[in-house]
């Protein structure tokens, strides 16, 4: 993702690479220009940034960033592959499926979830820490066009801001604090929303698990044909560098 350009940049480095970024752009931004993928889960193209889940934190001048909402600045040395960063990024996914019900073998969104794609590009293989919290959160299937399961929710906030500032309705917002927060509608139900299959917040896209599922089309594409069957992610921008 990039932010508005000027003609004139300055440079930086991201793991001893110089990088060009431009007056305006965060971290990330100036390293998806550069073809250096720095993991991310509540940041996405086209949403204002949070900086939520901290996945993407980086060493930025010795200080601990989140990369999607601080800005570059010139001759700034920037740590993002190091030991103790992935370590610290695969405690915070390994913590995520703990926190939730993440049944990767049945879910629909298997192959295309970006929780499950960060756990291998993080390499979390073995059995982890943390206890698991098994929560029990209702399915809301009362739209008839789509279906919420927050069981799988991971609290990006991805859908809050989409529905907001996308599509101008407001549908999602958060509820309660701490480990009890949660994503919410904006009604009894979601039926009882104006939220609609065509809005930018229920698209694909935009939910990176599978708690947002639109009906009649969950097993459409097939296992192999898979948007991270076919490489890891992040790896459409690391090709920028090839």
Not at 207 to 214: F, S
């Amino acid at each position: 993702m990039s932010g508005t350009k000027k003609e004139t940049g300055f440079s930086f480095t991201i793991d001893g690479i110089e990088v060009t970024a431009y007056a305006g752009q965060t971290i990330m931004e100036a390293a998806d220009d550069a073809g250096i993928y720095i993991p991310r889960l509540c940041d996405h193209e086209g949403l204002r940034h949070q900086g939520s889940c901290r996945v993407c934190t980086v060493k930025a001048g010795g200080r601990s960033v989140s990369a999607c909402t601080q800005p570059a600045a010139p001759g700034q040395a920037v740590e993002n592959e190091t030991p103790h960063l992935n370590k610290m990024r695969r405690d915070l996914v390994e913590m995520l499926f703990h926190e939730g019900n993440h049944l990767c073998p049945i879910c629909e969104a298997s192959g295309n979830c970006e929780l499950q794609a960060m756990a291998y590009r993080l390499d979390m293989t073995e059995a982890t820490k943390f206890p698991y919290l098994e929560p029990c959160r209702a399915l809301d299937a009362s739209h008839p066009d789509i279906a919420l399961d927050t069981n799988r929710c991971i609290s990006c906030g991805r859908c809050i801001r989409a529905s907001q500032d996308v599509d101008g309705k407001g549908v999602f917002g958060y509820v309660g604090r701490g480990i009890h927060r949660r994503v919410a509608v904006n009604g009894e139900n979601l039926a009882d929303t104006d939220a609609a299959v065509t809005d930018n917040a229920i698209s694909a896209e935009v939910c990176p698990v599978g708690c947002i599922i639109r009906k009649r089309v969950g097993f459409v594409t097939p296992i192999g044909e898979r948007e991270f069957d076919k490489g890891l992610i992040g790896h459409d921008i690391e090709e920028k560098r090839k």
